[in-house]
């Protein structure tokens, strides 16, 4: 059976990124999306779609067969937008802000009304997405965060103030509860991009603009900024490497960049 890769989360900032590099390198590409039109303008016929919602278990088997890689890269803000979906009625102006002010300040309000917050993405949808996969699965690739076992601590209870790093920990541990061989990179603050507007081929040009080399780590040690086309790099790179499988590290940009990266060499570090 020849490598076929869903990508979950295909058109999004890193997702997208994840394709390209996928089809640089030959891999099959399966893309479960909640909207096939926005993929098949992004992907063109290079890249198969399946329609799903991983918030919805029961839209997951259909884009299993034949999978044998799956690289998670879904995820919402970590402060509530308009992005989390929130289940409002119609409402006046001042109703708004009354409905905003319950979202900020009350927690069960919040968690009630909206339907794409980071528990619900990260903690219920990864979840439904491990069960889901097939049992021969070859590698199941998580984007997480730094800061998810520091999340206590500032800056990150700050970031963790409304959840995300809660959800992303729930979401980790249920990959390396599955049996599934996994491996999960945790990206500091993401820059380079989201080339949301983009069309593939531009993507498969997309290099980052930073000079910074990219370093890895364990032990949610490190902090900093992230470019999406290191992590896309990274996601993709991992599934040949046996010293990714069933690791856990962070990814940051810091240094002088080389040249040329030498994946082996890194993930040499967290071996």
């Not at 996994?182 to 983009?198: A, E, F, H, N």
Request: hydrophobic share 40%; glycine share 8%.
């Amino acid at each position: 059976m020849s490598e076929r890769v869903l990508v979950v989360g295909a058109t999004g900032g890193v997702g997208q990124l994840v394709v390209a590099k996928l089809l640089e390198k030959g891999f099959s590409v399966r893309a479960l999306t909640r909207n096939s039109a926005k993929a098949q303008k992004m992907f063109g016929d290079r890249v198969e779609t399946a329609v799903g919602d991983i918030r919805q278990a029961e839209t997951l088997p259909a884009a299993m067969p034949d999978i044998t890689h799956i690289i998670c890269c879904t995820g919402t803000t970590a402060f509530p937008s308009a992005r989390w979906e929130f289940d409002l009625p119609p409402q006046n102006q001042l109703q708004r802000l009354q409905a905003w002010g319950k979202i900020y300040f009350d927690a069960n309000y919040r968690n009630a009304k909206a339907k794409n917050n980071p528990e619900k993405v990260d903690a219920e949808g990864v979840a439904h997405l491990v069960n889901a996969a097939p049992k021969n699965l070859q590698r199941f690739v998580f984007i997480s965060s730094c800061g998810v076992e520091h999340k206590d601590k500032p800056p990150y209870n700050l970031l963790n103030a409304y959840g995300v790093l809660d959800a992303k920990e729930k979401g980790e541990q249920a990959i390396a509860r599955s049996g599934l061989p996994y491996t999960i990179i945790r990206p500091g603050r993401l820059i380079d991009g989201p080339y949301t507007s983009y069309d593939l081929n531009t993507l498969l040009k997309a290099t980052t603009g930073g000079k910074q080399g990219v370093v890895l780590g364990t032990g949610d040690r490190l902090s900093g900024q992230t470019s999406r086309i290191d992590v896309a790099a990274a996601c993709v790179e991992c599934l040949s490497s046996a010293a990714t499988v069933r690791k856990v590290f962070e990814i940051v940009n810091q240094g002088t960049r080389p040249p040329a990266l030498s994946w082996t060499e890194l993930f040499a570090q967290i071996a």
